[in-house]
């Protein structure tokens, strides 16, 4: 359903930056602190696997602006 999901809302030129895990469970809530087992959890990572922003919990337009502009900013800093 997310790599679905992914497919449709993301350009075909921008779809090498994004990596879906499905593995690893217990170390991925670990890392993001997870507590609320209905919130969605957003984690941006910079091209070193760094990560530069951390989401979750209720998503709102001001909580999308500001994740897109984090991915925004990741996908024009040079390589």
Known sequence: ?????????VAPEARDHFV????????????VGYSEPDDAYLVVLDRTG???KQMHGAFSDASYL??????????KSPK
């Not at 879906?20 to 890392?31: A, D, M, V, Y």
């Not at 897109?68 to 900013?73: K, L, N, S, T």
């Open 50 to 52: 760094r990560m530069t």
């Open 20 to 31: 879906p895990l499905l593995q690893g469970e217990t170390e991925l809530k670990k890392l």
């Open 66 to 75: 500001q994740l897109r502009a984090e991915i925004d900013a990741q996908l």
């Open 1 to 9: 359903m997310v790599i679905s999901g992914m497919r449709k809302g």
